[in-house]
T-cell receptor, first 115, second 110 residues
């Protein structure tokens, strides 16, 4: 297992288009998180899953955002009708629930640019 | 305002010097963690300190936690150019997810 994988690494899209990102977590990790990070800021929590259940969503996650983890393995984050304000780095992380001894393992992120 | 905030926002030091970054938070926590992020990359977990611990070491890293002051510090000794990165503290608030501060941008000059 090579860690958390995110695809694509970069995405440039026109305003109004839909985009979808994928995250493949560490296989034995049952929790998966999505964060958004803008330049010069820390990551902001968006949502997380335990197995296939989406347990929490941030107020930052507008109706245009939807995340799925259909089989409790990989996850997708879709943004509909993208806006310029959606431009950011989207980070995925995974962890093992109940194991508070370790932090999250992050992927390298998907950088979205909306033009 | 954020749960965790790092101080200073930016720090420049010479190679070989020590770098100290601080983190303050507002509510009771289960644990506190420090992460490093190189430009344009994901975050790398450095060290976790539990609420009942006061100090923890890992290589050239030393983390302290003062729950009475709701603060933590990260010390990097004998810094190297490769330590140039942003450093974030993240607080694990009971029953919630990790909340990250805005980070300290460290520049280690050769």
């Amino acid at each position: 297992d090579t860690g958390v994988s995110q695809n694509p690494r970069h995405k440039i899209t026109k305003r109004g288009q839909n985009v979808t990102f994928r995250c493949d977590p560490i296989s034995e990790h049952n929790r998966l998180y999505w964060y958004r990070q803008t330049l010069g800021q820390g990551p902001e929590f968006l949502t997380y899953f335990q197995n296939e259940a989406q347990l929490e969503k941030s107020r930052l996650l507008s109706d245009r955002f939807s995340a799925e983890r259909p089989k409790g393995s990989f996850s997708t984050l879709e943004i509909q009708r993208t806006e310029q304000g959606d431009s950011a780095m989207y980070l995925c992380a995974s962890s093992l629930a109940g194991n508070s001894n370790y932090g999250y393992t992050f992927g390298s992120g998907t950088r979205l640019t909306v033009v | 305002s954020q749960q965790g905030e790092e101080d200073p926002q930016a720090l420049s030091i010479q190679e070989g010097e020590n770098a100290t970054m601080n983190c303050s938070y507002k509510t009771s926590i289960n644990n506190l963690q420090w992460y490093r992020q190189n430009s344009g990359r994901g975050l790398v977990h450095l060290i976790l300190i539990r609420s009942n611990e006061r100090e923890k070491h890992s290589g050239r890293l030393r983390v302290t936690l003062d729950t009475s002051k709701k603060s933590s510090s990260l010390l990097i000794t004998a810094s190297r150019a490769a330590d140039t990165a942003s450093y974030f503290c993240a607080t694990d608030v009971y029953g919630q997810n990790f909340v990250f501060g805005p980070g300290t941008r460290l520049s280690v000059l050769p």
